[in-house]
């Protein structure tokens, strides 16, 4: 997991988070999860990722300054792809509330310009299960 503060640039008028806010933190997440798990950030070689598809489910409200955990986990693996599943808490004193969970599917494609979709290498793939098992 990792944990970060809401930043004021991600609230609305009213002071609570903006929905389109909620893609950045999920990518925070990702990125955490990668670095921990000793995967490339951005991929590698011909198999750089890039997300197919995202979908959010909210809970409760986020406001600027408050603690947030992320929980990741990969749930499945692809042949091109994997798929992410984010579960968000905010931090309170007497505990924890669940306020959002996510799902994104990632794609590994052969360049940023396009190329289509490329198989996940070997290599990945079982960084990725050896993290799994070791973390969840």
């Known amino acids: 997991s990792t944990r970060f503060r809401v930043d004021f640039a991600d609230t609305d008028a009213g002071g609570v988070v903006y929905f ?17 798990a000793g995967l490339p950030l951005l991929g590698a070689g011909e198999h ?4 197919r598809s995202i979908g959010i489910e ?4 986020l406001r600027f300054d408050d603690e947030v955990e992320a ?3 990969v749930s499945s693996i ?8 984010v579960r968000l808490e905010r931090i309170d004193p007497n505990g924890a ?10 794609v ?6 396009g ?18 098992a070791r973390t969840h």
């Open 20 to 36: 389109g806010s909620y893609g950045r933190f999920l990518e925070r997440a990702a990125i955490e999860y990668r670095r921990a």
């Open 48 to 51: 750089h990722f890039m997300i």
């Open 58 to 61: 909210y809970h409760a409200p």
């Open 71 to 73: 929980f990741v986990r």
């Open 78 to 85: 692809g042949t091109t792809s994997h798929t992410m599943e």
């Open 97 to 106: 509330t669940h306020v959002a969970d996510a799902r994104a599917v990632v």
């Open 108 to 113: 590994g494609v052969r360049s940023w310009d």
């Open 115 to 132: 190329g289509g979709a490329t198989p996940m290498p070997q290599q990945l793939r079982e960084a990725i299960e050896s993290f799994e």
